[in-house]
């Protein structure tokens, strides 16, 4: 993502905080409460500007949406899109991944959204990537006991890094489509980065992984 940097960001995100939780550590546990409806609660992390949340949040009335996203620079442009929307079933999130069970209890995710995380290709930052082993024991804490992860990429390499971490931590793959836009999946909803790179002709990689059983 090439990142503007909008000095105004923090200030606006501060102006909203119906929709940009400010406090997430403090609806650990009853984000159901917060949102006023018992539905599954769905999580994507790095929701960048956040055109896939919010499509989906409108497709989907009977889930519950949380968008994380560590820029604010960047959430600016996905709370916009809230503004103008209006949507009730999503919130926003300025945080950063590695502190998901702060803001979440065991078992209260029901589906992770891992749309075209940064791939981090050298070796030496495998540790941020977001199916690093480290993370995965994160997500498999917050999820579900019959929850699970959605990823999407058109990195050929961090796919196959993240079929193997996903695999080797435990978790049971349970779809795997190696050209999504020639696949049939008539409901796709497409992100803006898979928007840009589709265009360019690059294939989409994605899958579906259970939580380890
Ligand atoms: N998902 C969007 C899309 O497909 O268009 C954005 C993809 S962009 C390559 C990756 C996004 O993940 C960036 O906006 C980045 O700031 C965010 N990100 C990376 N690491 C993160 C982390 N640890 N916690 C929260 N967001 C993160």
Redesign the pocket.
């Known amino acids: 993502?090439r990142l503007r940097n909008k000095p105004w960001a923090k200030d606006k995100i501060a102006a909203y905080p119906q929709y940009v939780i400010p406090d997430p550590e403090t609806k650990r546990g009853r984000w159901r409460e917060l949102f006023g409806h018992d539905q599954p609660l769905h999580v994507e992390?790095?929701?960048?500007?956040g055109?896939?949340i919010t499509e989906m949040a409108k497709l989907h009335p009977d889930v519950n949406f949380i968008g994380?996203?560590?820029?604010p620079s960047?959430l600016v442009s996905a709370l916009d899109k809230l503004i103008e929307s209006g949507l009730a079933n999503v919130k926003l999130l300025n945080?950063?991944?590695?502190d998901l069970t702060a803001f979440f209890a065991d078992g209260e995710v029901s589906r992770i959204y891992l749309?075209?995380?940064?791939p981090w290709p050298k070796k030496r930052h495998e540790k941020r990537r977001?199916t690093y082993r480290d993370f995965l024991a994160l997500y498999d804490r917050i999820l579900a006991e019959d929850g699970d992860i959605h990823l999407k990429t058109d990195n050929q390499s961090f796919f196959e890094y993240s079929l193997v971490s996903l695999s080797q931590y435990g978790f049971v793959l349970a779809s795997v489509q190696l050209d999504l836009h020639q696949s049939g999946m008539t409901d796709n909803v497409m992100?803006?980065?898979?928007e840009k790179f589709s265009a360019k002709g690059n294939r989409i990689y994605r899958c579906e992984a259970v939580r380890p059983p």
Do not use: R
């Open positions: 993502m992390i790095g929701t960048g500007k055109k896939f994380i996203e560590l820029y960047v945080a950063n991944a590695k749309n075209f995380s940064d977001l992100t803006e980065y898979e």
